[in-house]
C-alpha cells in the first residue's frame, strides 16, 4: 500500500490509490467480481501469498469495498462479497481488461470476454454494447474463458448456452 506522504496534494486519484493502488488489490476485486469469494479460493486464484491476502482483504472490508460473511459455522469460515462501492470499481477494472487486451494482447486472443447477458454483445470503449447500444454495469454483464486461457488449459469452453458466474449478484 502506499503511505499518505503526499499531504500537499489535493488529488481523487491518489487517495483512490491509498486504496486500490496496490497490485494485489485489484487483483483481489476481479477474483471476486469472478465469482471466487473465499480465502482458499482467492490465494488459488491469484497466487498471492497467505499474509499478504490477509493485509489486502482486511484493507478492502475496513474501506467497505468488501464485505465479510460468514458460510460456515464449525469452524468458521467467511466469504468476501462486494459492496456497492466495491462493484464501482466494475468500470475501472473493465476499462483495464480492455486497455490490457489493446497493449500487452495475448497471443491466442483475450483472457476472458465480456457479454451483455440480454443480448450477447460486448463493453465497447464506453460501456455501452455494442449490439444493442444499452449502457453495461457488472449487474448487466457476464465473464465467459477466452481463447488464451482455453489455448492454455486454464478454463473449458463455455457451452451453449452462455453459463458463467454473474460479476455482481442479482441485486436483492
Same mark, same amino acid.
Given at each position: 500500500?502506499?503511505?499518505?506522504? %503526499?499531504?500537499? !496534494?489535493?488529488?481523487?486519484?491518489? +487517495? ?9 488489490? /485489484? ?8 465469482? =471466487? #469469494?473465499?480465502?482458499?479460493?482467492? !490465494?488459488?486464484?491469484?497466487? =498471492? ?6 493485509? +489486502?482483504?482486511?484493507?478492502? $472490508? ?6 465479510? #460473511?460468514? %458460510? !460456515?459455522?464449525? &469452524?468458521?469460515?467467511?466469504? %468476501? ?10 468500470? =475501472? *477494472?473493465?476499462?483495464?481488461? !480492455?486497455?490490457?487486451?489493446?497493449? %500487452?494482447?495475448? @497471443?491466442?486472443?483475450? &483472457? #476472458? $470476454?465480456?457479454?451483455?447477458? +440480454? ?11 455494442? +449490439?444493442?447500444?444499452? &449502457? ?7 465473464? *465467459? &474463458? ?7 488449459? /486454464? ?9 458463467? #458466474?454473474?460479476?455482481? @449478484?442479482? @441485486?436483492?
Amino acid at each position: 500500500m502506499l503511505h499518505r506522504d %503526499y499531504d500537499t !496534494q489535493v488529488c481523487s486519484v491518489a +487517495r483512490s490509490l491509498e486504496v486500490v493502488g496496490e497490485r494485489w488489490t /485489484l487483483l483481489l476485486v476481479r477474483s471476486v467480481m469472478l465469482g =471466487v #469469494r473465499r480465502f482458499d479460493d482467492l !490465494q488459488s486464484h491469484t497466487g =498471492v501469498t497467505r499474509s499478504v491476502l490477509t493485509a +489486502r482483504l482486511r484493507r478492502l $472490508v475496513d474501506e467497505g469495498v468488501l464485505e465479510r #460473511r460468514p %458460510y !460456515q459455522d464449525r &469452524p468458521p469460515r467467511f466469504e %468476501y462479497v462486494l459492496t456497492e462501492k466495491g462493484l464501482g470499481l466494475w468500470t =475501472v *477494472i473493465e476499462h483495464l481488461r !480492455q486497455w490490457g487486451d489493446e497493449h %500487452y494482447p495475448e @497471443p491466442e486472443g483475450p &483472457p #476472458r $470476454v465480456i457479454v451483455h447477458k +440480454r443480448c450477447g454483445g460486448h463493453p465497447d470503449v464506453h460501456l455501452m454494447c455494442d +449490439r444493442c447500444g444499452e &449502457p453495461l454495469s457488472a449487474w448487466s454483464v457476464k465473464a *465467459i &474463458p477466452g481463447p488464451a486461457l482455453i489455448a492454455r488449459g /486454464l478454463e473449458t469452453p463455455p457451452e451453449e448456452p452462455v453459463e458463467t #458466474r454473474n460479476l455482481a @449478484p442479482d @441485486p436483492a
